[in-house]
């Protein structure tokens, strides 16, 4: 793969640096032996993998504080991985083994946890909308300062319930950030024939949001457009959009042989744009890493990745009785 010179030198320590590569190569690598798995048939259902995405969520994350919520939709993974979430348990969400986040009953698109204020995970398209509204709401209420990424697409970003949660949040002044993570292709149909305006961080200007477009394959760019977001919301100035543009290297799922784009196309983004080669040029240039400190990053994810599907492979079934569990809750 070619590598993308930088075009300015950033202002970010190599520790910074150093932890967004390993974060973003931790998402590809587990993403990439997750699609093993699916061809092994050891990953059921639906699998929406992150590969070509990376920089939006490690960005985001960056831009973060303890105690910050984040919801997504269907292609979760990566938002877990960067949230903290251990990739053993993830893993073994997959694969629907007792392990997982969700004991096995959720899969891919529907595991939480609590601990690392990651709350799905939803398969419904742009369904996690109005419930990151809510999860911001609430925050609101206690006052403690909180702020909610809800993550959803450029295809979700045409559903009617998105802009009853715009007005929502505008009008009681929600600390919520929107994220649309713009990938091009809504399923297989491509932004241009599906949405009729070509810029949809616009589209909260009816609402009084402010919004902006971010280059999404550059995760310094993302953390910066995210710190300005949280700043936004945490003065108690209401709802941001941020339409982050970035690509996705494989089809929608699994099942999805990607022919209505060329192999032209994700070649040239593969090369010219690619988010990890993009930090790793500048390690490389700022002689903040060699090429063997990469290689020892890349072998030690690769042990950490390897390990999980292993524990994934080792853990048990759940037991039939977990099939009435976690479907009831008493109020307190």
């Not at 949040?169 to 649309?180: R, T």
């Not at 713009?182 to 949809?200: F, H, W």
């Not at 100035?237 to 192999?263: C, F, N, Q, W």
């Not at 994934?312 to 008493?330: K, M, V």
Request: glycine share 12%; net charge negative; aromatic share 8%.
């Amino acid at each position: 793969m070619a590598t993308r010179k930088s075009t300015k030198k950033p202002n970010v320590s190599r520790e910074d640096l150093t932890a967004y590569y390993r974060d973003m190569l931790l998402i590809r690598r587990f993403e990439e032996k997750a699609g093993q798995l699916y061809g092994m048939g050891l990953i059921g259902g639906f699998c929406h993998l992150y590969i070509g995405q990376e920089a939006v969520v490690v960005g985001l994350e960056a831009a973060a504080e303890e105690g910050d919520k984040r919801i997504t939709s269907y292609r979760d993974h990566g938002h877990m991985l960067a949230c903290g979430m251990d990739p053993d348990g993830v893993m073994a969400e997959l694969t629907g083994r007792e392990g997982g986040y969700s004991k096995g009953k959720g899969g891919s698109m529907h595991m939480f946890s609590k601990e690392k204020d990651f709350y799905g995970g939803h398969g419904i398209v742009g369904a996690q909308v109005p419930i990151g509204a809510g999860l911001a709401f609430a925050d609101k209420y206690k006052g403690n300062g909180r702020v909610t990424f809800t993550y959803f697409g450029d295809g979700a970003a045409n559903q009617g319930q998105v802009y009853e949660t715009f007005n929502m949040a505008a009008l009681w002044q929600l600390p919520v950030i929107f994220v649309i993570e713009n990938n091009q292709y809504a399923m297989g149909t491509a932004q241009q024939r599906s949405t009729s305006t070509p810029d949809l961080h616009t589209r909260g200007e009816a609402f009084g949001i402010p919004g902006e477009v971010v280059d999404g394959m550059d995760v310094l760019a993302v953390k910066e457009a995210g710190e300005k977001a949280v700043g936004h919301c945490r003065a108690g100035k209401g709802p941001y959009i941020l339409e982050v543009k970035t690509y996705r290297y494989r089809g929608h799922s699994m099942s999805d042989p990607a022919k209505y784009r060329t192999r032209e196309e994700v070649q040239k983004m593969r090369e010219e744009r690619d988010p990890i080669e993009h930090v790793r040029a500048l390690l490389l240039e700022g002689k903040h890493a060699s090429e063997d400190d990469l290689k020892a990053i890349d072998k030690e994810i690769k042990k950490v990745v390897n390990a999980a599907a292993d524990f994934a492979r080792e853990s048990p079934e759940p037991h039939l009785d977990e099939l009435w569990t976690d479907i009831y809750a008493e109020a307190t």
